[in-house]
């Protein structure tokens, strides 16, 4: 078994075990979140040894070829010994500027960043609470729309980032975020393409970034929002969502109940259900699917089966820590 040595202390690593679940299992605490290779919270660096290539897929060349790797996407063939990140290394400093509730679970925490983030309206940074505790949260702003970065953070039931955001953060407080990262976002290279969005709850997040960013660069094909969930109550920003297609003749909006009480002026269903109901051939479209994971999930395999190409669908499934860690003890009991 190869060793990983950390802070002074050398561990065995079984077969089949990452870095994280390995200083995990020894009691070292290493900040993560998803365990997926997609957040990039749990970035360490490699100071003796070889990393496998895929423990590095998605980093920047510039901090592969400094031997950062991703500690979840990590299962080492020899002995290594790591370090976290230098202090800074991918982390702007941001002031909270506003917290307005969109709903009665979901808050829009707007920061000021001191340096400059270069992002994309959709991608997605982490957000620390601590040193060791951080969550991925997808932006709705758009860089040349918008003054301040926008989330949009949904209050999850013992969730350690979102209870502190809904409860205890200040407008004013200082807070640490990560670089921006991910590819849900929108590329202006075909301008007459049809766009397809379905989202659930503060999935809506990335697809309203994304929305602007589109109209805001002048495409011309069609747009098709729908989003859902189970009350009307539950939605949100459907005015300003309605005041957009009115302005945009190619913009349509379609909200989704999946409750049983629907009022006129919404689709009644699963969002992904009517979504594909009312747009049966997406053969050359382009699909943001973003929310629950089993409905990124579903609709992801609805949407190439209707004829999408599977590049031309980008997905982004809102997993919490709670969810990862029950997949994780499902896998292990497996």
Same mark, same amino acid.
């Given at each position: 078994?190869?060793?990983? $040595? ?5 561990? #065995?690593?079984?077969?089949? !075990?990452?870095? #994280?679940? *390995? ?10 979140? *998803? ?5 990039? $919270? ?19 060349? $510039?901090?592969?070829? =400094?031997?950062?790797?991703?500690? *979840?996407?990590? +299962?080492?063939? !020899?002995?290594? !010994?790591?370090?976290?990140?230098? %202090? ?5 400093? %941001? ?39 951080? /969550?991925? +949260? ?41 670089? %921006? ?24 997040? &990335?697809? +309203?970034?994304?929305? /602007? ?24 920003? %459907?005015? !300003?969502? /309605? ?5 945009? /003749?190619?913009?349509?909006?379609? &909200? *989704? ?71 994780? =003890? ?5």
């Amino acid at each position: 078994m190869p060793s990983i $040595t950390y802070g002074g202390q050398s561990y #065995l690593c079984r077969a089949q !075990e990452s870095v #994280l679940d *390995c200083m995990t299992a020894h009691g070292v605490t290493i900040p993560s979140s *998803c365990h997926s290779g997609l957040c990039q $919270t749990c970035l360490m660096q490699a100071v003796r040894g070889n990393i496998p290539a895929a423990a590095q897929a998605g980093l920047k060349n $510039t901090l592969a070829a =400094q031997k950062y790797f991703l500690a *979840c996407s990590c +299962y080492p063939e !020899e002995d290594i !010994e790591v370090a976290l990140p230098s %202090a800074g290394t991918g982390k702007f400093s %941001a002031t909270v500027t506003a917290i307005q509730p969109l709903n009665d679970d979901i808050v829009c925490l707007q920061l000021q960043t001191d340096a400059k983030l270069e992002y994309k309206a959709g991608q997605f940074i982490n957000l620390y609470k601590d040193a060791f505790t951080a /969550r991925s +949260y997808s932006l709705a702003s758009v860089p040349d729309i918008d003054e301040h970065l926008q989330l949009h953070i949904r209050k999850v039931p013992n969730g350690l980032v979102s209870q502190w955001i809904h409860q205890a953060l200040n407008v004013g407080d200082s807070i640490d975020i990560s670089e %921006a990262t991910g590819d849900c976002f929108y590329t202006e290279d075909k301008p007459d393409q049809s766009l397809l969005l379905i989202g659930t709850g503060s999935g809506l997040a &990335p697809l +309203y970034g994304i929305i /602007r960013d589109a109209l805001a660069q002048g495409h011309q094909g069609t747009i098709r929002l729908y989003h859902g969930s189970e009350t009307v109550e539950s939605l949100y920003l %459907a005015d !300003e969502l /309605r005041s957009l297609s009115q302005r945009h /003749r190619n913009f349509v909006y379609t &909200p *989704c109940i999946s409750g049983s009480m629907v009022p006129p002026g919404y689709a009644s269903g699963m969002v992904a259900d009517v979504a594909l109901r009312e747009n049966p051939d997406l053969s050359g479209w382009r699909v943001f699917l973003c929310g629950h994971p089993a409905m990124v999930d579903n609709a992801k395999k609805q949407a190439f089966f209707a004829g999408a190409s599977m590049r031309d669908i980008y997905a982004d499934p809102f997993k919490s820590a709670l969810q990862n860690n029950a997949a994780e =003890q499902a896998q292990t009991a497996a």
